[in-house]
C-alpha cells in the first residue's frame, strides 16, 4: 500500500528527544531488528532484548543486516533480559501480539518513567492495551517492511520499510530521528485507519501464505486466490465500517498491489507456523471476526481462515 500523505506536527521545545538516544529493542525478531539496525547504524546506543540463540550471535559478532541496499555487521548490545530496558529513552515494542500486556508487565519495574514506548505489532489495539499496564508514554506506529530471520543474528531485508506513527507529545521528534536514520516516517492524525488498513492487508495474506507456506508472488498465482482474498478484504470493510473506520477507497487495488512489491515476502504467520511457534491469527483475521460478531456481521471466510490456522497450530503442539 503507497504510503498516504499526513501532516506533520511541529515540535516544540518541550517535546524533544536526547541525541544520540538509548534505545531498547523488546521483542528483537525480524522486524525490531530491521529498526533497531537502522537507528544504531545512526550511532545510536541499541540493546536487542530477545531470544537466547539470537542474543547470543549478535554478542558475538554483531546484527547482519542483509538489506537490499546493504549488507553489513552492526554492532549492538544483546540481551535476553527484560531488565535490559533500564536506562532507555526509546523502546521499541515489537513482540507478539498476544504477549502485550504480559511483556508490558514484565517492563514496568524497570523502565524509566520518561521512557516513550513505540509499538511495532501487527493488529489494531496493541497500544491500547499496552497503556493498560504502562505509565509511559506509548504510541502506535503502522508498519510497512517485508523482513524475516535469515538465521541466528540474521535479519534479511525483503523490501519497504517505513513508519506511521500516531500523534503524541513528542512523535514529531521521534520521526526526525527515524528520517534521520533512513527510516521514512509520518505522523497521522488518522493512525487509527493506517491501522485498519495494514490489518486489511494482514487478513488478506498472512493465513493464505501459512497455510500454503507460499510467498506473496506465488501465492495470488494459485487457483481461485485472488477471490478468496477479495471475500476477505469485503468482510474486513464491512466491518471496519460498523467501527466507523473509513478505508481508503483503494484497497482492493493496495491488496493486489502487496504480491507485486513483495513477490518473495512470506507472511509472519507463515514464518511462525514454519518454526513450529503461535501465531498472531487471533488479532488478525479471528479480531474481524470477534469485531464482525458484536456488530452482527457475518465474517465467513476470515472465520474459515482463523479455524484452518488454529487447527495448523494445534497440530504442531500435538
Request: proline residues 6%.
Amino acid at each position: 500500500m503507497p504510503l498516504p500523505r499526513f501532516d506533520h506536527h511541529p515540535m516544540s521545545q518541550s517535546a524533544t528527544l536526547p541525541t544520540p538516544l538509548q534505545v531498547a529493542v523488546v521483542g528483537a525478531g525480524a522486524v525490531g531488528c530491521y529498526y533497531g539496525g537502522m537507528l544504531a547504524r545512526a550511532g545510536h546506543a541499541v540493546t536487542l532484548i530477545g531470544r537466547p540463540q539470537h542474543v547470543d550471535a549478535v554478542n558475538a559478532q554483531g546484527l547482519r543486516m542483509q538489506t537490499l541496499s546493504f549488507d553489513e555487521l552492526v554492532r549492538v548490545q544483546a540481551s535476553t533480559d527484560p531488565a535490559a530496558v533500564a536506562g532507555a529513552d526509546l523502546v521499541l515494542f515489537s513482540v507478539k501480539s498476544p504477549d502485550t500486556e504480559a511483556t508490558g508487565r514484565q517492563l514496568l519495574a524497570h523502565l524509566p518513567a520518561q521512557a516513550l514506548v513505540l509499538t511495532l505489532q501487527n493488529g489494531v489495539d496493541n497500544a491500547e492495551r499496552l497503556r493498560t499496564v504502562l505509565p509511559q508514554e506509548v504510541a502506535a506506529a503502522v508498519v510497512y517492511v517485508a523482513t524475516e530471520m535469515a538465521g541466528p543474528g540474521h535479519m534479511r531485508h525483503h523490501g519497504r520499510g517505513e513508519l506511521v506513527i500516531e500523534p503524541g507529545p513528542r512523535s514529531a521528534a521521534l520521526a526526525e530521528v527515524l528520517r534521520a536514520a533512513g527510516v521514512p516516517t509520518e505522523v497521522s492524525d488518522d493512525a487509527r485507519t493506517a491501522l485498519w488498513s495494514k490489518l486489511v492487508l494482514n487478513c488478506a495474506y498472512n493465513a493464505l501464505s501459512a497455510i500454503a507456506q507460499l510467498p506473496y508472488g506465488r501465492l495470488v498465482q494459485g487457483a481461485g486466490v485472488p477471490q478468496v482474498m477479495a471475500d476477505l478484504v469485503a468482510e474486513c470493510l464491512a466491518v471496519a465500517g460498523a467501527e466507523g473506520v473509513a478505508l481508503p477507497a483503494d484497497i482492493h487495488q493496495a491488496v493486489e498491489r502487496l504480491a507485486r512489491t513483495m513477490p518473495t515476502q512470506s507472511s509472519s504467520t507463515a514464518q511462525d507456523l514454519a518454526r513450529g511457534k503461535p501465531t498472531e491469527i487471533d488479532h488478525l483475521n479471528g479480531l474481524v471476526v470477534r469485531r464482525g460478531e458484536a456488530r452482527g456481521i457475518a465474517t465467513p471466510v476470515n472465520r474459515a481462515m482463523w479455524a484452518l490456522v488454529k487447527l495448523l497450530e494445534q497440530t504442531q503442539q500435538r
